[in-house]
C-alpha cells in the first residue's frame, strides 16, 4: 500500500512536497500500518538533454537525493513514465542514450496514446528500441527507484497492441531478478510472480486479490501459533491451487505461502 501524487496534486507537485508527505507517513502512523511506497505520478518530467537523457522539472533538483530522503524514512520510492519515447526528442531527433540511433529511427508515429498525445511508440524490432527502453530503466534505477508506475500499457492503439513493448520493458527486470516470487531485493521490494514482469491487467488484478487472501489467511494460522509446515498443511491459497500447482511447477502455491510466512516473520522481528 501506499501514496500516490495524482489524486490530490494533479501536475502541482514537487520536491518539497514529496518530502512532506514521507514525513507525514511515518509521523501519522500509515507507514506502521504498513502503507510503504511513494510514488510521483505525471508532472515530474520536462525535458531531453543533448544525450537523450530525460530531465525532471526545475520542481525536482535532485531525483536521487529525493530517493535518498524517502529512503532514509523506510520507504520505497518512484514515479510515472508514460509508455513510449517523447514526441520531443524525436522531434529534436536525439539520440538514444549510450548509442548513435537517433529517436526518428525507433519511433512508432502511429502508436499515440489516446489521452495523452506526449509520447510516440517505439518499434522494439528496430536496432535501438531495446536499448531505449533499457537505458530508461537503467537511468531510473541510478536515481534510486524502486518501481516504475508505466502508463498506457493495457490495451491496443493505432500502431497495434503494446506487448512488444511491455516485452522491452520488462528486459533488464527479467534479466536481473531470479524468477522465485516475493524476493528482497536490496530495499525490501517485493517482486510478484510472473518474473517481475508486467502483466495483463486483469493478471494484476487477480495476483492483487490472491495476495491479500493468502496473506490474510497465513496472518490468522500465525496468529494461532501454527508453525510453517502446519500453515502448509492447512492450504491457505487452495482456491489458486489448480492454476499453479501446489507442489510442482515453476511457481507453486506451497513457494508463495512460505515466501509470505517469511515476510510476515520478518515484519515481526
Known amino acids: 500500500m501506499g501514496w500516490n501524487s495524482w489524486n490530490k496534486f494533479r501536475t502541482r507537485i514537487s520536491d518539497q512536497i514529496v518530502r512532506e508527505i514521507a514525513d507525514a507517513m511515518v509521523s501519522s502512523g500509515m507507514k506502521a500500518a504498513g502503507y510503504e511506497y511513494i510514488n510521483i505520478d505525471d508532472g515530474w518530467q520536462w525535458k531531453r538533454d543533448g544525450e537523450g537523457n530525460i530531465l525532471p522539472n526545475p520542481n525536482f533538483p535532485d531525483m536521487k537525493a529525493l530517493a535518498d530522503y524517502v529512503h532514509s524514512k523506510g520507504l520505497k520510492f518512484g514515479f510515472h513514465i508514460m509508455r513510449g519515447i517523447p514526441r520531443r526528442a524525436v522531434d529534436q531527433d536525439l539520440p538514444v542514450l549510450g548509442t548513435q540511433i537517433k529517436a526518428s529511427a525507433i519511433a512508432n508515429k502511429a502508436s499515440i496514446c489516446r489521452w495523452n498525445s506526449d509520447m510516440y511508440g517505439v518499434d522494439v524490432s528496430k536496432p535501438g528500441g531495446q536499448e531505449y527502453y533499457d537505458s530508461i530503466v537503467k537511468l531510473y534505477a541510478s536515481w534510486g527507484a524502486d518501481f516504475l508506475k508505466a502508463d498506457d500499457m493495457f490495451g491496443t492503439g493505432p500502431g497495434g497492441d503494446h506487448s512488444s513493448e511491455i516485452d522491452a520493458l520488462s528486459r533488464l527486470i527479467d534479466l536481473t531478478i531470479a524468477p522465485t516470487p516475493f524476493i528482497y531485493k ?84
Open 186 to 269: 536490496d530495499v525490501g521490494t517485493y517482486v510478484v510472480p510472473g518474473h517481475g514482469r508486467l502483466c495483463e491487467q486483469m493478471e494484476v488484478v487477480d495476483y492483487r486479490d490472491m495476495v491479500v487472501l493468502v496473506r490474510d489467511n497465513v496472518a490468522d494460522l500465525m496468529k494461532q501459533g501454527k508453525t510453517l509446515d502446519q500453515i502448509k498443511a492447512a492450504r491457505p491459497a487452495l482456491p489458486y491451487e489448480s492454476r499453479y500447482g501446489s507442489q510442482t511447477g515453476p511457481w507453486t502455491t506451497s513457494a508463495f505461502i512460505e515466501a509470505v510466512y517469511k515476510s510476515l516473520q520478518a515484519k515481526k522481528s
